[in-house]
């Protein structure tokens, strides 16, 4: 695994955020993958997904959410209240659950009680949970609120070239990535699901720019493997599906029981890159089309029928032996989803579990160890 790959995955922070930063430019953080990262590129800076991942508690975060949610972002308010999110120019933080609502509140109480925890900027960034006509228009206005915002909040200009510019930036990532999941998915498998998902991990917190030319070498090498390695690497073929998972210990655990994750349908991997936003119409609504379009997330009310079939699809290119679906605890979507997913795979003669777990620091290693070898052995 590159150097550079696994610095971005397992760190907060990494040789491009501080040359970035060096640089005089500014980061803004986002938690979800309903904000639009062509937007803060087109204005010059570097959108960072915000992650949770180097916290030893949640002391600090219990004060403001309490016990019974999820820990994904309790994990990323108690990283804000160690001040270890300080080089951010700006966060926006959007309604994708309720947890992730529950962050924006907190968040903003907890920088009134600590100063210099609250970025400069810090936007609230609405989503309807339907596609529609009149969401359409409430969601392309609140794209064009977030446009106006960062011109405004952090003096820049967003022009139509810009934009144009950030989405062809944009899409030539999800082209790469796209190809990196052909290799995972192939039939002779070159690349672990643990080093295909520190690269995906990367990708959120390398800019767009250094990342494709990161992520181009990767592709160059795996080429060139194809055509002289005869063997690919062996385990059971598993689909990863569910919760947020940026842990790439999490994939590592798995494999280590004798099993490959050749392809996976979680935020944090393919969900993010599956869509591309068209470039030759209005560049502000295409990316306002091509993000409220993101029916394979469930907070997207009426969908099941389509993620259903994302899922099944994806597990028949894959040529999967089995699929884990695994939400962290108190994850509703989640929790619910998986649960209907297992009846249906199971009709369709794909074997499934049902993970529960904890984020981060509460995560519980050697239950989820045990339980998927027992999975593994049940496929055998």
């Not at 210099?116 to 969601?139: A, E, N, Q, R």
């Not at 510019?165 to 998915?185: H, K, P, S, V």
């Not at 073929?237 to 994939?251: K, P, Y």
Request: charged letters at 30%.
């Amino acid at each position: 695994m590159r150097e550079e790959i696994l610095e971005a995955a397992t760190h907060l922070t990494n040789r491009y955020v501080d040359q970035w930063k060096q640089q005089g430019k500014k980061i803004i953080g986002y938690p979800c993958t309903f904000v639009p990262e062509e937007i803060i590129y087109a204005a010059g800076m570097f959108p960072y997904r915000l992650r949770g991942i180097g916290a030893e508690s949640t002391r600090f975060a219990d004060t403001y959410f309490g016990h019974v949610i999820c820990s994904f972002p309790k994990c990323i308010l108690e990283l804000v209240g160690e001040e270890k999110y300080n080089f951010l120019d700006g966060a926006i933080v959007s309604d994708g659950c309720d947890a992730g609502r529950r962050l924006d509140e907190c968040w903003r109480k907890a920088g009134e009680d600590h100063e210099g925890i609250l970025p400069p900027h810090f936007l609230t960034f609405s989503v309807p949970h339907k596609v529609s006509p009149y969401s359409h228009k409430w969601f392309l206005q609140e794209t064009q609120r977030l446009l106006r915002s960062l011109e405004e909040k952090l003096d820049t200009q967003v022009t139509e070239k810009s934009l144009s510019d950030a989405i062809r930036l944009c899409n030539d990532t999800r082209m790469l990535l796209q190809t990196l999941d052909g290799f995972r998915m192939a039939e002779k498998v070159l690349i672990s699901g643990t080093h295909a998902q520190a690269v995906a991990l990367a990708g959120t917190a390398i800019p767009k720019d250094e990342f494709n030319l990161l992520l181009r070498d990767i592709l160059q090498t795996l080429d060139q493997n194809r055509k002289t390695d005869r063997q690919g690497l062996p385990g059971k073929r598993l689909l990863f599906a569910g919760s947020t998972a940026d842990d790439i210990n999490l994939f590592r655990i798995i494999e280590e029981q004798g099993a490959l994750i050749v392809a996976d349908t979680q935020c944090f991997g393919s969900r993010s890159y599956v869509e591309f936003v068209e470039e030759d119409v209005d560049p502000v609504e295409a990316i306002a089309k091509r993000y409220l379009n993101r029916t394979s997330c469930p907070r997207m009310f009426g969908y099941y029928k389509d993620r259903l079939n994302f899922l099944a699809e994806r597990a028949r290119q894959a040529k999967v032996d089995g699929v884990i679906l695994q939400n962290i605890r108190f994850c509703d979507l989640h929790g619910a989803d998986n649960a209907l997913f297992q009846r249906d795979l199971e009709r369709m003669g794909i074997p499934s579990m049902i993970i529960e777990r904890e984020y981060g620091p509460l995560s519980e290693q050697g239950r989820i160890s045990m339980r998927v070898e027992a999975f593994l052995e049940s496929l055998r």
